[in-house]
């Protein structure tokens, strides 16, 4: 009897100890994609849109963006998903102006956000350095946006990666100790680039967001010339976190 007690002791003891050492206990990395009622995050945003049909060529533009959660519902398969308010205004001294509405939500270890009916993958989980998957799936990448009047494949060419989990990152005057950062898209040509990255940061959420997608048909004649310089349609926008709760 003291013999079989003795054993299973030391089963239990046993047990327990693999369960502490289970990797799906690790941290998945949920929290560099938080979803809270009441939390907002305020954003700069830089512009630079080409278009060749206008009277500026290039046009820059600086907006401020507030994305607040402010609800909670359900898809048709009872999915939790949190509403996502998009407030826009050009100054501090203007109030701010509901132009969208959004969601997110994580679902079968993927953090999915859907913009404008279209469902992003933004991330999987766990987190993992090297990881990469197709983040636009859920449409067909050769949909046609319009960009100051102008049609592009905006999408074409897009293949997420994730570069970095867990590395200190500075962006604008705000310091993070735990930002992860994901390569959205990095293809280019003689006639298109696409190429974009994000960055979040654990316990906030995105903080930085930067995408290139610009056409040209001036190829032998800017030869070497910066996309910048040559663009002939699209845009660039850069996206940088300056308040958050």
């Given at each position: 009897?003291?013999?079989?007690?003795?054993?299973?002791s030391?089963?239990?003891?046993?047990?327990?100890?693999?369960?502490e050492?289970d990797?799906?206990q690790?941290?998945?990395g949920?929290e560099?994609?938080p979803l809270?009622v009441?939390?907002?995050l305020?954003?700069?945003?830089?512009?630079t849109?080409?278009d060749?049909?206008?009277?500026?060529?290039v046009?820059?533009?600086k907006?401020?963006v507030k994305?607040?959660?402010?609800?909670?519902?359900?898809?048709?398969l009872?999915?939790?998903?949190?509403?996502?308010?998009?407030?826009?205004?050009?100054?501090?001294?203007?109030?701010?102006q509901?132009?969208?509405?959004?969601?997110a939500?994580?679902?079968?270890n993927?953090?999915?956000?859907?913009e404008?009916?279209l469902r992003f993958?933004?991330?999987?989980?766990?987190l993992?350095?090297?990881a990469s998957?197709?983040a636009?799936?859920?449409f067909?990448?050769?949909l046609?946006?319009?960009?100051?009047?102008?049609?592009?494949?905006?999408f074409k060419?897009?293949s997420?990666?994730?570069?970095?989990?867990?590395?200190?990152?500075?962006?604008?005057?705000?310091?993070?100790?735990?930002?992860?950062?994901?390569?959205l898209?990095d293809?280019?040509?003689?006639?298109?680039?696409r190429?974009?990255?994000?960055?979040?940061?654990?316990?906030?959420?995105?903080?930085?967001?930067?995408?290139?997608?610009?056409?040209?048909?001036?190829i032998?004649?800017?030869?070497?010339?910066?996309?910048?310089?040559?663009?002939?349609?699209?845009?660039?926008?850069?996206?940088?976190?300056?308040?958050?709760?």
């Open positions: 009897m003291k013999h079989s007690f003795f054993i299973l030391l089963l239990c003891l046993l047990a327990s100890c693999k369960e050492a990797p799906f690790a941290d998945f949920y560099y994609f809270e009441g939390k907002y305020i954003y700069e945003v830089d512009s849109i080409y060749p049909t206008g009277d500026t060529a046009f820059f533009s907006t401020q994305e607040e959660i402010v609800d909670t519902l359900s898809d048709n009872g999915n939790q998903l949190f509403k996502i308010e998009r407030f826009e205004r050009t100054a501090d001294t203007l109030p701010w509901v132009t969208k509405v959004f969601t939500s994580i679902q079968n993927q953090a999915i956000r859907t404008d009916n993958i933004k991330m999987p989980f766990p993992r350095d090297g998957w197709n636009n799936i859920h067909d990448p050769s046609i946006v319009t960009v100051a009047g102008e049609s592009i494949e905006m060419g897009w997420s990666k994730i570069e970095s989990v867990g590395e200190a990152d500075t962006v604008g005057i705000l310091q993070f100790p735990e930002v992860v950062t994901i390569r898209a293809e280019e040509n003689l006639i298109e680039l190429r974009g990255f994000e960055k979040y940061a654990k316990g906030i959420g995105l903080v930085y967001k930067e995408l290139w997608i610009l056409d040209t048909q001036c032998e004649q800017c030869e070497g010339q910066p996309w910048e310089e040559k663009a002939e349609k699209g845009f660039i926008l850069r996206q940088k976190l300056v308040g958050y709760n």
